[in-house]
């Protein structure tokens, strides 16, 4: 995978790793689509980035999925075609189960999972058509392994990688990759917009987020994982990633490690 020459499509590209991922590329000789809910906020991105004058905003909100095949069209026309999608928009939650409305559950299900459901196929058929495309999707090590207060958000997380992997197989013969990025801890507002349990954000930053990877260093990881065609990525802290293959090989002790987790 090589990017340059390449048209980008990044959505949650406002802030965190998205954008750091629009100022990272834009040195990279791209044409960028940043899209996001906050079109002020994607100008400041675009003003931060190099070479600006190939940049393009599209604001959208992955919550309003029904609106994302007419958003998509717009997003064909502004460069004549895209070449990668990085599937980055999404939203957290720090609330036990007990204590999170059902509505939170479904509003984190509608932006996470439907939205970008609803983005990829919509732009699907344009990469089908052209026998080639890439779809670079950040789920979460909460997608591999649940952990407490994140009960909707792994649950979210974890399907998409059951869309994806069952994706992957389908467009094989269509020249399309699919990279699954599974972050840790990030230094991102992540904390700060994650929703409780009456889908209030929790305007608070978690300290193992606070003491996370830098959004740029995450970003130098995954985009040399793109490069490679990596299905799936871990990225993030030693223990992090540790989870996720005492999980697979385990389980039962990563529960017991599970549990002894601090909620608070």
Known sequence: MNFTNKTVWITGASSGIGKALAI???KQNVQL???SRNEVKLKQVQNECDNSSTIKILPLDLEN??????KTKAALLLFDGIDVLFNNGGISQRALAKDTEIEVDKRIMDINYLGTVALTK?????FIEKNSGYFVVTTSIVGKIGTPLRSSYSASKHALHGFFDSLRAEVYNNNIK???ACPGF???NVSLNALTGDGSPQEKMDHATKNGLSSERFVKLLLSAVKREKEEVYIGGFKEKLAVYVKRF???LLSIMIRKLAVT
């Not at 999925?65 to 007419?70: C, P, T």
């Not at 919509?122 to 344009?126: E, Q, V």
């Open 65 to 70: 999925y029904n609106s994302l095949a007419s």
């Open 186 to 188: 990030v230094q991102t």
């Open 250 to 252: 385990f389980p039962k």
């Open 33 to 35: 689509i940043l899209s």
């Open 24 to 26: 990272e590329l834009s």
């Open 178 to 180: 699919i990279t699954l």
């Open 122 to 126: 919509a732009l699907l058929p344009h």
